[in-house]
């Protein structure tokens, strides 16, 4: 279960807030939208972080629901907008912290693997690899290893559904720990973490923003990495 609602976006402890933006550090297990079998979402909590602001801040993407790290939020529609056209543009950089069984071939690399939406009546969707799917690239570097583990720094280019996921499994032929639709699923967690985020503003400094390594992460022997731009 998540996190109550001080331990994540108390306001004195948010990665990055200004006039027209805040980053909070979501929990893994909370999901961004409602889910339709109901329960709570971050939308439960857009009222509290309005912190003095007249209107509720709406969050510019997504990430999913088992994974933790920085989520940027947009505190008026103009701000919305703008970001959200950073991100289909590919201006925002962002960083991912993430753990897979066993230690690849190569110590870094560039995964480019286009990806499509797949779906059956008896697994329902995934995202698979497809010669005639979206274009997904994904850089990638070995940070440290624990237990026959890989701690693992994935840069992605783009920004498809499930990308990381699909490509640690495909690229580097072993899922997410933890990660319940294209590996198996560990009562820590899947080991996915938004770690970074940076999209740059015209006229102003850009927003930047980084989350800590999280406690599922220090239970495998991991420690924080100490550089993260590498």
């Not at 698979?128 to 624990?146: E, Y």
């Amino acid at each position: 279960m998540p996190p109550a609602f001080p331990d994540f976006c108390a306001e004195q402890a948010l990665p990055f807030s200004d006039g027209e933006a805040l980053v909070i550090d979501k929990p893994a297990g909370l999901p961004v939208s409602r889910p339709r079998k109901g329960g709570r979402s971050l939308e439960d909590f857009l009222p509290a972080l309005r912190f003095g602001f007249q209107r509720e801040p709406q969050p510019v993407h997504r990430l999913d629901q088992d994974t933790s790290g920085c989520l940027l939020l947009a505190r008026h529609a103009k701000a919305l907008k703008r970001f959200g056209a950073a991100f289909e543009s590919g201006a925002v950089s962002k960083v991912y912290w993430g753990v897979i069984e066993g230690l690849p071939e190569e110590q870094s690399g560039t995964i480019d693997l286009s990806l499509a939406k797949a779906s059956s009546a008896a697994g329902g969707w995934r995202i698979v690899p497809s010669a005639t799917g979206k274009r997904a690239v994904t850089h990638w570097r070995q940070l440290a290893v624990a237990d026959g583990r890989t701690l693992v720094e994935f840069r992605p280019e783009t920004g498809r559904t499930h990308q990381i996921r699909v490509h640690a499994l495909h690229g580097l032929g072993q899922p997410l720990v933890g990660d319940p639709v294209y590996g198996r699923s560990d009562p820590t967690g899947m080991m996915l973490h938004a770690a970074r985020l940076t999209l740059p503003r015209d006229g102003k400094p850009p927003i930047a923003a980084s989350a800590r390594l999280p406690d599922r992460f220090r239970k495998l022997g991991f420690a924080e990495p100490e550089d993260v731009d590498g």
